[in-house]
């Protein structure tokens, strides 16, 4: 009996005295970032040097070649050009939305507007015709062809303000978005537009990718992006005239595939080098504003945790990744790509991580249950709880990882505070002054102390 108590005795002064060497080392990472970190600058020189960088684009191409430079600046043993195919759609020149009614004596009323990515242009005299007002696909069911050939379609489709979490409400209403075109040309229409995907009341469009479901439809239509101010105004005109019309005009066009690149910066380890523990965001963002906070954040709070290491004087036991996919917008050829190199390299993932919900303040990690992942990070809570992070929550990781989690890596998402995420996203206002310096670097120290975590203890 007394070998038990003496085992239980330095099992427990073991854990206490682990805790607290960890909570100190936890600390000392937090100073680092929140004194010496350089994720601000070279987010700063991402954006306003380099600005949106859509994939395909000449943009895009020098984020890599800066994303090579800034992984070797942070300290990395060794930077991978991982190659990938990806799409190479350009905007062309401005859209146009305008909207007229005799009735109502309106003669073509702009409307705020953007073209959807992946979308169609319209000839050079543009579309103009009656529109359709629908809440849901299958209320466009219902009108048939008889009711919407001929017309475009207006997916009136609002967040639902139930939910605290927007991205809940993001995901409930991007299917219009995604498939709004197919679904509507399946019945004749000539266009389709979408209410911006945002709860925020203003003149700002939001794009995003939208995809051609040759199951739907064979057609390809014109797909756009209305603010929500312009939805607004469209809606309160169609109660007054149902015969209105909206003139619209896209110049888009899709280039051959081009190729392009992840870009991976490593430390090697020191025990077990041919084991990953990688954490990334994606490099490419849409054309129409910066990309700072979608994902020009996640990219530098990925790249920032190899100089962390190098500078604590941390030597992990594993190779630690960090990882700037290409092409997650519009295509995920990135995440593709880096699942089936490690596949076919047969390289050993022991977890991976996406930040991809812009540079705001740390809330919670959410963490994939697969090999025990989440039993193991739900014991460091106390940890974080100093540092904002409130919750460490099953869930998992990004659209990068899609490669990864379909062999059986386990993952994690990390969540920012995000009630204003959807408020920029995909717009022109996503740019490098709506950064907070300190939110994005506690970010980035969440990120740094998570994976010195795991390096210590997987």
């Not at 709860?199 to 992006?225: F, L, Q, R, W």
């Not at 919670?364 to 014991?379: C, E, M, R």
């Amino acid at each position: 009996m007394k070998k038990i108590y003496s085992v239980l005795f330095l099992f427990v002064i073991t854990s206490v005295f682990s805790q607290k060497e960890d909570s100190v080392m936890v600390r000392k990472i937090y100073d680092y970032y929140l004194t010496q970190s350089k994720a601000y600058s070279n987010l700063e020189y991402l954006t306003t040097k380099i600005g949106g960088r859509l994939s395909g684009s000449p943009q895009a191409e020098q984020a890599v070649g800066w994303a090579v430079k800034a992984m070797y600046d942070a300290g990395a043993d060794t930077v991978i050009w991982q190659p990938c195919m990806v799409p190479y759609w350009v905007r062309g020149k401005r859209e146009k939305c305008l909207m007229s009614s005799a009735k109502l004596k309106i003669k073509d009323k702009a409307l705020n507007c953007c073209a959807l990515g992946s979308s169609v242009g319209t000839n050079a005299g543009g579309v103009k015709a009656k529109v359709v007002m629908v809440n849901s696909f299958e209320e466009l069911e219902k009108l048939g062809e008889k009711e919407i050939k001929g017309k475009i379609v207006f997916y009136n489709v609002f967040f639902n303000q139930a939910h605290v979490r927007p991205g809940t409400a993001y995901g409930e209403s991007v299917k219009y978005r995604g498939r709004g075109a197919s679904h509507a040309a399946k019945y004749g229409a000539v266009a389709s537009m979408v209410r911006s995907m945002t709860s925020v009341a203003d003149d700002e469009p939001h794009t995003g990718n939208m995809i051609y479901d040759s199951t739907i439809s064979k057609t390809k239509i014109t797909s756009i992006a209305i603010s929500y101010k312009a939805a607004d105004a469209l809606v309160e005109a169609l109660k007054e005239d149902k015969d209105l019309t909206v003139y619209i005009e896209t110049h888009c066009v899709t280039n051959p595939d081009v190729l392009s690149y992840n870009i991976i910066g490593q430390i090697n380890g020191t025990e077990r080098k041919n084991e990953y523990l990688i954490a990334g965001g994606h490099l490419d963002s849409w054309d129409n504003g910066q990309g700072a906070h979608d994902d020009g954040a996640g990219v530098v709070q990925t790249i920032e945790m190899l100089s962390m290491f190098k500078k604590l004087g941390i030597k992990p036991k594993h190779s630690i990744r960090a990882v700037a996919f290409m092409n997650e917008e519009n295509g995920l050829a990135g995440g593709t790509a880096y699942g089936k190199a490690a596949q076919d390299k047969k390289e050993k993932h022991l977890a991976a991580l996406e930040t991809d919900a812009g540079g705001y303040s740390p809330r919670a990690f959410g963490v994939d249950t697969t090999f025990g992942l989440y039993n193991k990070v739900i014991k460091w809570k106390d940890l974080f709880s100093p540092y904002l992070i409130a919750n460490i929550e099953k869930g998992g990781g990004g659209a990068d990882l899609i490669g990864l989690e379909k062999t059986g890596v386990p993952c994690i998402g990390f969540e920012p505070d995000t009630q204003r995420y959807f408020d920029i996203h995909h717009t022109a206002q996503d740019t490098f002054d709506k950064i907070n310096k300190r939110e994005l670097n506690l970010g980035a120290g969440a990120i740094g102390a998570l994976f010195y975590l795991l390096d210590k203890y997987y």
